[in-house]
């Protein structure tokens, strides 16, 4: 089935630090989503990228669709506490929303 | 933005007995809801797709006659799961498309533990 490698899996920085993390997979997506997931909530959506070659940002976040369509990453810049999180790209193919394939996730921790 | 919202945000009860579990999307009308289980740790696997006025769609390995679904209206989707044990115990999500360009809103997830 199809499947995404999301990297890494965790990390440790320091406030003020930017963060990169990504997504790639065997499979082409229509459509790239990144969340963020707090302790014991559900997953807030970040950004959505709808082309392939699409480059968006949300305030100090910024994403990317892949031209192959097969990867997405996510930019965070100058962390702040507050980033803390769980952060989950996902997939989307075929026509329906919820045909959406996750990735484990990137457990991001700031120091301040 | 579009808001969902979910309800109970936990539960505890006893091995055997039933628990609904409520999805409401608030400011939309959602022909299809979705829900997701997610373990300590894990990431989101989708358990079914719910259908308003019609019968839902399972994932491969669910079983449809110990989630039962609901989606009644255009805003709400029930989720039961019915004669639990502890091996359900897990947290539920459900979620729900509005908005310009359908994106997928959550919500804040129930969990549930089984005793």
């Known amino acids: 089935g199809q499947q995404l490698n999301q990297s890494p899996q965790s990390m440790f920085i320091q406030e003020g630090e930017d963060v990169s993390m990504n997504c790639t997979s065997s499979?082409?997506?229509?459509?790239w989503l990144w969340y963020k997931q707090d302790p014991g909530e559900g997953p807030v959506l970040l950004i959505a990228?709808?082309?392939?070659?699409e480059l968006t940002s949300n305030g100090r976040l910024t994403a990317q669709f892949g031209i192959t369509r097969k990867d997405s990453f996510l930019n965070i810049s100058a962390s702040i506490p507050s980033d803390v999180g769980i952060y989950f790209c996902a997939g989307q193919y075929g026509g329906s929303q919820g045909n959406l394939i996750f990735g484990k996730g990137t457990k991001l921790s700031v120091k301040p | 933005g579009a808001v969902v919202s979910q309800h109970p945000s936990w539960v505890i009860c006893k091995s055997g007995t039933s628990v609904k579990i409520e999805c409401r999307s608030l400011d939309f009308q959602a022909t299809t809801m979705f829900w997701y289980r997610q373990f300590p740790k894990q990431s989101l696997m989708l358990m079914a797709t719910?259908?308003?006025?019609?019968?839902?769609?399972?994932e491969q390995g669910v079983e449809k006659d110990k989630f039962l679904i609901n989606h009644a209206s255009l805003t709400l989707s029930t989720l039961t799961v019915t004669s639990a044990h502890p091996e359900d115990s897990s947290f539920y999500i459900c979620s729900a498309a509005g908005g310009a360009h359908e994106k997928l809103f959550f919500g804040s997830g129930t969990q549930l533990s089984v005793l």
């Open positions: 719910s259908n308003e006025g019609s019968k839902a769609t399972y």
């Open positions: 499979s082409i997506f229509n459509t």
């Open positions: 990228l709808y082309k392939a070659g």
